[in-house]
C-alpha cells in the first residue's frame, strides 16, 4: 500500500508501524508499505491524506498509483516517457575499443542526429577470456565525446565496485541485464536523480523485473526506463526471444517509459532492423540499437552489431513507421 502522509505526522513512528520506505515530496511524504498491508489503523487516519491498497508489490511503477506515463528529461529539449509522443534513438558501440573508434561513431551520430551514445566500459562477458572492457579508460573517453560533440552518453554498471565512477561520468546510468537483482547498484542508483536504465533479466518474470526497478523508485530517484532485451526460451536460432508480449504488458500495467533492445534479443544484424520496426509500432519509448565502424572487428558482440550503411538505412525507415502510431523518433 501507499500513503500521503501529512508533513506534521511523526514520520519515523509510522514507518516502523507500517515497515514502509519514505520518500519526501513538497507538502507530503509517500510511504510504501509491503502490498500485503491494504488497512490504515484507525489512531493514524488523521495523519494520512490518501491511501492506494496495492496487489503486489509493484507499487510506485503501477498505473494504480499514477495512472499516466512518467515523463524522463535527459535535457530541455529531449524528454521521453509523458505525453511527449517521442521515440529515443540511442546507438553505439557494444564497447569502448578505442578512441578512433568511439570518435568515428559520435562523428556518425552528430549526422544521423541521434542524441545518445552508447558505449560498454565495463562487460559482463559470459566467458572470462573475452574482452571485459576499458573500464574507467573508457569512462573517460566517453565523456572527451561528450564534451567533444555535445552528445549525452550511456554505459552500464556491471557491479557495485565501480558504480560510484559510472554515475559520475554517465548522464543515463543503464543497468544490464545479468546485474538487474545487484542490490548495491539499485540502491545506488535510488540515490541519485540521473535517469536509469533497467534492463530485463534474461531469466526474470515482469513481476520480477519491474520490482527490481521498485528499489530504484522507493529510494527516491523516479527517473527509470524498463529495457526489454529478450528472454531466454527454447528457441536456440536467435540469441534470444523479444518479448513483444511483455511489453503490452508493461505498457498497461505501469507507467514507466519503455526501452526496446531488438539488437540484444536478435543476436544477428541481419534481423535486427526488422525487430527494430515491430518495436517501434509498439509505440515505444527508446531504442537501443548496437553501431560499428567495422562490426567483423569488434571486440565484442560482433554478429549483432549494425554498420553505418545498416544503420543509416533502418533509421530512415523508422519515421513512416512512427508517424502511423502517433510517435516521432528523435
Not at 568515428?104 to 560498454?120: D, I, K, P, S, T
Request: charged content about 25%; overall charge neutral.
Amino acid at each position: 500500500m501507499i500513503l500521503h502522509v501529512q508533513k506534521k505526522a511523526n514520520l519515523v513512528a509510522l514507518q516502523d508501524f507500517y515497515r514502509a520506505y519514505a520518500i519526501e515530496e513538497k507538502n507530503y511524504y509517500v510511504l510504501i508499505t509491503p502490498s500485503s498491508i491494504k488497512e490504515i489503523d484507525e489512531s493514524h487516519k488523521e495523519d494520512i491524506i490518501a491511501s492506494f491498497p496495492m496487489d503486489t508489490d509493484i507499487q510506485l511503477a503501477s498505473r494504480k498509483y499514477i495512472s499516466e506515463a512518467r515523463e524522463i528529461k535527459l535535457s530541455d529539449t529531449v524528454k521521453i516517457g509523458g505525453a511527449s509522443n517521442q521515440t529515443l534513438m540511442i546507438t553505439g558501440p557494444c564497447s569502448v575499443e578505442s578512441e578512433e573508434q568511439l570518435d568515428e561513431v559520435a562523428q556518425f551520430c552528430v549526422a544521423q542526429g541521434v542524441q545518445v551514445l552508447r558505449a560498454g566500459c565495463y562487460k559482463p562477458r559470459t566467458s572470462p577470456y573475452t574482452f571485459q572492457g576499458l573500464g574507467h579508460k573508457g569512462l573517460i573517453l566517453l565523456a572527451k565525446m561528450r564534451d567533444k560533440y555535445g552528445l549525452k552518453i550511456i554505459t552500464e554498471v556491471k557491479d557495485a565496485t565501480h558504480v560510484e565512477d559510472v554515475i559520475e561520468f554517465a548522464d543515463i546510468i543503464q543497468i544490464g541485464a545479468k546485474a538487474m537483482y545487484d542490490h548495491g547498484i539499485l540502491r545506488a542508483c535510488s540515490k541519485i536523480n540521473k535517469p536509469i536504465v533497467l534492463k530485463r533479466g534474461f531469466g526474470s518474470t515482469l513481476q520480477e523485473f519491474v520490482q527490481s526497478a521498485e528499489f530504484i523508485l522507493s529510494g527516491g530517484n523516479m527517473n527509470v526506463a524498463l529495457c526489454e532485451r529478450g528472454i531466454r526460451t527454447f528457441e536456440s536460432k536467435t540469441r534470444f526471444t523479444l518479448d513483444l508480449c511483455g511489453v503490452a504488458y508493461l505498457k498497461e500495467h505501469t507507467n514507466l517509459p519503455i526501452i526496446l533492445d531488438p539488437s540484444h534479443a536478435m543476436g544477428y544484424a541481419y534481423g535486427v532492423a526488422d525487430l527494430t520496426r515491430a518495436c517501434v509500432a509498439m509505440g515505444v519509448d527508446g531504442l537501443l540499437i548496437e553501431t560499428h565502424p567495422n562490426p567483423s572487428i569488434a571486440k565484442s558482440d560482433a554478429s549483432q552489431q549494425l554498420n553505418f550503411e545498416q544503420f543509416s538505412a533502418l533509421k530512415k525507415s523508422l519515421d513512416k513507421v512512427a508517424e502511423a502510431v502517433g510517435r516521432k523518433i528523435i
